[in-house]
């Protein structure tokens, strides 16, 4: 499956939780729109921060979102290669694995 199609099936599953969990979904939705509009960051550091802890955290679906996010921000690969390799000296191996994920990601979004 393409990382593409992840992407797709992932928003279908979220649409399939926001009718299921309306409340705490509507929170969850509340708290990202607040982060992405506060603070002295700007949107693109936020994704690259996002995208290094989801690399960290061995989320394949938030590591999909965030480099989507980065492509759309203009992004470069040897920018998210540099969050990639502080993901790998944070988590080792794991980290080694799905940075390789979130590489080879980036490489389907920004070539469509």
């Known amino acids: 499956m393409s990382y593409?199609?992840?992407a797709e099936e992932m928003r279908a599953n979220l649409r399939t939780l926001y009718k299921s969990a309306p409340e705490a979904?509507?929170?969850?939705g509340t708290l990202s729109k607040a982060v992405k509009e506060a603070g002295v960051l700007e949107e693109r550091q936020k994704e690259l921060i996002a995208t290094g802890m989801a690399l960290v955290m061995r989320c394949e679906?938030?590591?999909i979102s965030h480099v989507e996010a980065l492509v759309k921000l203009g992004v470069t690969r040897e920018e998210l290669s540099d969050v990639i390799a502080m993901g790998i000296q944070m988590s080792g191996g794991p980290g080694l694995m799905y940075g390789a994920r979130a590489l080879a990601c980036y490489d389907e979004f920004a070539a469509a």
Do not use: A, S, V
Request: with cysteine.
């Open 4 to 6: 593409k199609e992840k």
């Open 25 to 28: 979904t509507r929170g969850f």
């Open 61 to 63: 679906p938030c590591i």
